[in-house]
């Protein structure tokens, strides 16, 4: 299976600044008809999963855009533009290419 | 907008199966695009992926636990299933049901319910 790795595991960020983070996939995930078969998900506390961005770059519906996607085939960054205090939580790279879909171990996100 | 929602017991006896439902609402789950998956996520831990099935039945299971999972689907009713056998402490978790579209996502998730194995 394809195996996805993030970094970093946790980040402390003042608001108003950036911030980003990276996945790391196994093998590339293109897909033959030219998109990225991979996603960003954030888990806020004590909530379910939701989903920010898909195929690399397309933000989800009602996403802020201050959330960016990009990347292509094996890396792949999220950043914020300036982050809110609704940003924390943990954020989750995923791969859709293959079955399984697999995940990343999350990148925790905390606020300064 | 559309709406899931897991239920079934909160707590399993070990050696036992687990077995949760997952109710649909706001749309049909007898439409083509969507896979209706399982994700479960232990306590204090990542997410892992267990299974989804498409609407004419065809199933996907995450290899590692293969052969004690199943999941079913009943288009006339709205809902999927996940049955897991043999559990062990270590299948304690959070169980999401979820809608996974193709080329879009996972774009609907349950609010989750932990099922505890425990004697």
């Known amino acids: 299976e394809i195996v996805m790795t993030q970094s970093p595991l946790s980040l402390s960020v003042t608001p108003g600044e950036p911030a980003s983070m990276s996945c790391r996939s196994s093998?590339?995930?293109?897909?033959?008809?030219?998109?990225?078969?991979f996603d960003w998900y954030l888990q806020k506390p004590g909530k379910s999963p939701q989903l920010l961005i898909s195929?690399?770059?397309n933000r989800a519906s009602g996403v802020p855009d201050r959330f960016s996607g990009g990347g292509s085939g094996t890396d792949f960054t999220l950043t914020i533009s300036r982050v809110e205090a609704e940003d924390v939580g943990v954020y989750y790279c995923?791969?859709?290419?293959?079955?399984?879909?697999?995940f990343g171990q999350g990148t925790k996100l905390e606020i300064k | 907008q559309v709406h899931l929602q897991e239920s079934g017991p909160g707590q399993v006896k070990p050696s036992q199966t687990l077995s949760l439902t997952c109710t649909v609402s706001?749309?049909?789950?007898?439409?083509?695009?969507?896979?209706w998956s399982w994700v479960r996520q232990h306590p204090g831990k990542g997410l892992e992926w267990i299974g989804y099935?498409?609407?004419?039945?065809?199933?996907y299971y995450n290899s590692s636990l293969k052969r004690r999972v199943s999941i079913s689907i009943d288009t006339s009713d709205n809902h999927f299933s996940l049955k897991l056998s043999s559990v062990t402490a270590a299948d304690t978790a959070i169980y999401y049901c979820?809608?996974?579209?193709?080329?879009?996502?996972?774009?609907?998730w349950g609010q989750g319910i932990l099922v505890t194995v425990s004697s």
């Open positions: 093998q590339s995930l293109l897909h033959s008809d030219g998109y990225n078969c």
């Open positions: 195929l690399g770059s």
């Open positions: 099935i498409y609407y004419s039945g065809s199933t």
């Open positions: 706001g749309g049909s789950i007898n439409t083509g695009g969507y896979f």
């Open positions: 979820a809608r996974h579209q193709e080329q879009v996502g996972i774009d609907y």
């Open positions: 995923m791969q859709a290419l293959q079955t399984p879909p697999t």
